[in-house]
Every structure is written in C-alpha cells, then in structure tokens.
T-cell receptor, first 106, second 112 residues
Framework: GQNIDQPTEMTATEGAIVQINCTYQTSGFNGLFWYQQHAGEAPTFLSYNVLDGLEEKGRFSSFLSRSKGYSYLLLKELQMKDSASYLCAAIYQLIWGAGTKLIIKP | KAGVTQTPRYLIKTRGQQVTLSCSPISGHRSVSWYQQTPGQGLQFLFEYFSETQRNKGNFPGRFSGRQFSNSRSEMNVSTLELGDSALYLC???????????FGQGTRLTVV
C-alpha cells in the first residue's frame, strides 16, 4: 500500500531546534517534498529531496534515506512565525502525510 | 507571473445540491491536481489532470469528478453534496516533470 506517516503535533521553544519526521511506503518513489502551511493559507514549498542526504536552506534542512523510507525536516533558531503545519509528500502520485502541527512557545 | 487562481474562495451549499469549482493554473503548467483538506483527514488527493486527461485518481466516490480544458484550466464537480463534503478544496499546478506543486488559496466549501 501507499502510506505516509508523520506526528500529529509537536511543541518547541522559540530559539530552539526541532526535527519533524516522516516515514513513507509507496509503490513508486521519485522524491519527497516538504511544505509549510499556515492556518487558513495554502501550502508553500520548503524543500525537495530526491537523493539520500541532507539539503540545507537557511534555517531549514531536509534529510532523506530512501533505503529506510524516512525523511526529516530540521528547523533551527525557531521563530514564532514558524508555528504552522508541516506536510511531507512523496512524489509519484503526490501522496501526502496528514501534516504535523508545530506549536512554538516563547 | 500570476499564481494559481481558484474561484470562488467561499461557497455555501445545501445537502443534495451540486457544485463546480474552478482552478486556473500558472501559465505554462499542464498538470493540475485537486485535494480535499479537512482538520481530521489532512490533505487527501482527489485527482490529477495533464493535457486534458485524468492521469491519477484518489480514493473518492464517483460523486467527485473533474475535467481539464485545452488551456489547462480545470474544474471539479461534486454532485449530491453531503455534510461531510465540507472542506477546503485546493488545487495545485506543476510544470512537466516531478517538480514542486504550486497551490492556490483554495475554495472553502460549507455544506449545510
């Protein structure tokens, strides 16, 4: 079957680091996306991993291990504006996880 | 470059009615996908159209249908609306290839 799992909700402190995990099982796989979605808004693109390893973009990094069917999104120096849902999606038929709601506390 | 445009932004319908939602992709994008988003289920894939052909379909009943026109604009239709169809309906467009999807602001449908 095709499935993507990520935690429903996480809480972190402003200025800290948080890692959001995503595991997937898909019949075909051509890469993995991470999107950010603020409440009431459309998802916006954060990162794309197609090969194993770490992709860094400023405060955000994303890691992929294809052999383990595993990815994570790492957010550093958390800011209050990072409070949002984070969605991972496996590229093939764009199978989406349900999203991780990240709550940042001062 | 204009983004993905969805109309209308908000809609209220009664049970049993039917509804048509519209999505205009980014110019040059030929792939349009539709999603239903609810607080409990997250983002659920409905279908994807490419060059006027349905390329993929999610696990939704036949009441949900769509089409794509030659200018890549897409419409989604839901017939015999049920209360559970209340959701945010998002469409996303992509250029050719497995690249990032760009989302519209969505249509919030409320069925009463």
């Amino acid at each position: 079957g095709q499935n993507i799992d990520q935690p429903t909700e996480m809480t972190a402190t402003e200025g800290a680091i948080v890692q959001i995990n995503c595991t997937y099982q898909t019949s075909g796989f051509n890469g993995l996306f991470w999107y950010q979605q603020h409440a009431g808004e459309a998802p916006t693109f954060l990162s794309y991993n197609v090969l194993d390893g770490l992709e860094e973009k400023g405060r955000f990094s994303s890691f992929l291990s294809r052999s383990k069917g595993y990815s994570y999104l790492l957010l550093k120096e958390l800011q209050m504006k990072d409070s949002a849902s984070y969605l991972c999606a496996a590229i093939y038929q764009l199978i989406w996880g349900a999203g991780t709601k990240l709550i940042i506390k001062p | 470059k204009a983004g993905v445009t969805q109309t209308p932004r908000y809609l209220i319908k009664t049970r049993g009615q039917q509804v048509t939602l519209s999505c205009s992709p980014i110019s040059g994008h030929r792939s349009v996908s539709w999603y239903q988003q609810t607080p409990g289920q997250g983002l659920q894939f409905l279908f994807e159209y490419f060059s006027e052909t349905q390329r993929n379909k999610g696990n939704f009943p036949g009441r949900f249908s769509g089409r794509q026109f030659s200018n890549s604009r897409s419409e989604m239709n839901v017939s015999t609306l049920e209360l559970g169809d209340s959701a945010l309906y998002l469409c996303a467009s992509r250029p050719v290839g497995n690249t990032e999807a760009f989302f519209g602001q969505g249509t919030r449908l409320t069925v009463v």
